[in-house]
């Protein structure tokens, strides 16, 4: 711990968030073949980013760093233009901190805790009691404050945020085997056999890849680590089984910090890493009442609030009338005498006359074009669907165009729309 008492609450005044952002996200296929895992479009205006900053904009925190390493311009394009409203002279700031070699110049980050490592100057030069790491890549609402707390309560050496998963389920993650007290008593990597909590046989504690440390005491655990050469530099492998075993590591669940709104009944947390995954959780916030509330105002996803002009519809005729039912559709979207079911279209999006598109994941500047038929897909940023396209309905024909899961979500890219024509 921090050799100096720890501040008065709320503690989010004294910390830091260190976002986590270099992934490179491949499971999402040709969705990151231009950007970071992070930088993926998401509900309808969003980034997959901007969950893990609005959640530390929300709960207090207003200092924030954010690592970026593999294909990273869009990622840090959005942030300089969406998260540009930090100040200075209110004792806030906002870092962007590409993999730039500070400390060798052969090595980029290797690895999560490296990635804290090599900048660890700067985020002493703030002086933040507290270090929370983030992941960049899950959507999720979550009060830090209250992780704050448990780990000053607990005088804990690191807290780490976990997420009550089925026993049956846990093996694809690292599970925590926890006391009644919630000190972490071991921890392992993908078990066969997972430990189950105590008191609940059938679940057990999964790392959310979210950690809280002290500063000075983080920043000594960092400088042995780096001197370790076999040492992978990793939070998840290395430094947080470390302190399992010489340190006191304390286990916060995430529903004690869950934000939830009125709507919404469960704890809602995803990992969007597959095409599947990410088309599901997209077309989930179509339903009447989604898992996760976009709507909720006390706890907003703060994004680049680009300026666009209202959602169009037009033509009134029978077979061209342009409508959009259970649908989330963005600001600059015009939709000409078309016909959107189940679907969210990101912002610009043009749907010509007499086109269909249905459970459809849209993203940012797409056109499609007259008589097209869509049907379980994605669609990547800026795509132009030609006339009279039809996917979803020939799943053998899908499969030799496009990118097809195991689920029979097309994922459809402009290089592949290119290479029908060539």
């Known amino acids: 711990m921090n050799a100096t008492p720890p501040p008065s609450p709320p503690y989010a005044r004294s910390a830091m968030a260190y976002v986590l952002a270099g992934g490179r996200g491949s499971r999402l296929l040709e969705l990151t073949d231009k950007r970071a895992k992070p930088a993926v479009f998401f509900g309808g205006k969003s980034r997959i980013i901007d969950f893990a900053l609005s959640n530390a904009l929300n709960s207090g925190i207003r200092r924030v760093a954010v690592a970026t390493q593999y294909k990273a311009h869009s990622l840090i394009r959005h942030m300089q233009n969406g998260w540009n409203f930090f100040r200075h002279e209110r004792n806030e700031s906002f870092d962007i901190l590409p993999a730039s070699q500070r400390i060798s110049e052969s090595l980029w980050y290797m690895g999560t805790a490296d990635a804290v490592y090599q900048n660890i100057d700067i985020v002493q030069s703030y002086g933040p009691h507290f270090m929370v790491i983030l992941a960049g890549d899950h959507i999720y609402k979550m009060d830090y404050e209250k992780m704050l707390q448990q780990h000053v309560e607990a005088g804990a050496d690191v ?51 979210i950690y809280v440390f002290g500063t000075d005491f983080l920043a000594d655990l960092l400088r042995r680590d780096a001197a370790d050469k076999n040492s992978s530099h990793d939070f998840g492998k290395d430094l947080i089984p470390h302190l399992v075993k010489n340190g006191k590591a304390v286990a916060h669940h995430f529903s004690r910090s869950c934000v939830r709104s009125s709507a919404e009944a469960g704890v809602y947390w995803r990992d969007v890493g597959t095409v599947d995954a990410y088309w599901a959780a997209n077309i989930d916030l179509t339903d009447v009442v989604p898992e996760l509330d976009l709507f909720d105002r006390d706890w907003p996803i703060w994004t ?76 990547d940023r800026g795509v132009q669907i030609p006339e009279g396209l039809v996917v979803g309905e020939d799943a053998s024909a899908d499969a030799r165009r496009f990118r097809r899961t195991e689920q029979g979500i097309c994922l459809i890219t402009q290089p592949m729309i290119d290479r029908l024509s060539a």
């Open 304 to 379: 680049d609030g680009r300026v666009t002009p209202p959602a169009k519809f037009v033509h009134d005729q029978d077979g061209r009338r342009g409508l959009a039912i259970s649908s989330l559709v963005s600001g600059g979207c015009i939709i000409s005498g078309a016909k959107i079911r189940r679907s969210l279209l990101f912002t610009g999006v043009h749907a010509h006359s007499y086109s269909f598109a249905t459970d459809a994941v849209i993203l940012p500047y797409v056109d499609i074009g007259r008589r097209a038929r869509l049907t379980k897909v994605v669609v």
């Open 159 to 209: 807290t780490v945020g976990c997420l009550e998963v089925p026993r049956a389920e846990a093996s694809g993650f690292g599970v925590m085997h926890v006391d009644t007290s919630d000190r972490i008593v071991s921890f392992l990597e993908k078990p066969k056999d997972p430990p189950p909590m105590p008191g609940k046989p059938d679940r057990s504690l999964a790392s959310m890849g």
